[in-house]
C-alpha cells in the first residue's frame, strides 16, 4: 500500500483483493473488488466462533450487506477467484451497480464523520467487543 492508491485504484477495472485495509480502499476507490482470504482451518475456526457477522470485508461489514463478493477458505481457488471476476467485469448491469454501491458508501462515510467511525470500531474489536455487536449498535 502506498500513498495514493485510492487514486491509482479508480484507475483500475477490477481488484482482487486479500481480506484487509485494502479492501476498503478499493470500495473508496469505487473499484469493484472480489475478495479472497485463507488462513488455517484452526484460525478459521476460532475466528467464525468469535466473530457472529456474514462478512470478512469492511466494506461488506460497514454497508451491512454483500457489496463485495467474498470467496473464503476453499472456496478462494484461483479458478473461483478469476470465474467471479469474469462475471464481474462480463455483466455490465452487475459492474455499474458494483460500483455505484462503493461509491454510495464512500459518501455515507464521508457524511457520517465515517473514518471517525472506522477507527472506533477497530479500536473496539481491538479492545475485545464482538463485531456482532459493533455492527448491532451501530444500527445494523
Known amino acids: 500500500v502506498t500513498r495514493g492508491v485510492i ?6 477495472a477490477l481488484a482482487l483483493a486479500a481480506s484487509g485495509t485494502v479492501t476498503l480502499q478499493c470500495a473508496l476507490s469505487g473499484t469493484p473488488t472480489v475478495v479472497s482470504y485463507r488462513t488455517s482451518p484452526v484460525s478459521y475456526a476460532i475466528g467464525k466462533a468469535l466473530v457472529k457477522i456474514p462478512w470478512i470485508a469492511m466494506p ?10 467474498e470467496l473464503i477458505q476453499s472456496r478462494g481457488t484461483p479458478e473461483r477467484i ?5 462475471s464481474i467485469l462480463g455483466d455490465p448491469e452487475r459492474y455499474r451497480s458494483m ?16 473514518i471517525k467511525r472506522i477507527a472506533e470500531m477497530a479500536l473496539r474489536m481491538a479492545g475485545g467487543e464482538s463485531a456482532a455487536s459493533i455492527v448491532r449498535r451501530s444500527g445494523g
Open 82 to 86: 478469476a470465474e467471479e471476476a469474469g
Open 60 to 69: 461488506n461489514v460497514l454497508a451491512r450487506r454483500s457489496l463485495l463478493p
Open 99 to 114: 460500483s455505484a454501491d462503493l461509491i454510495a458508501l464512500r459518501r455515507s462515510l464521508a457524511g457520517q464523520g465515517g
Open 7 to 12: 487514486g491509482e485504484l479508480e484507475k483500475a
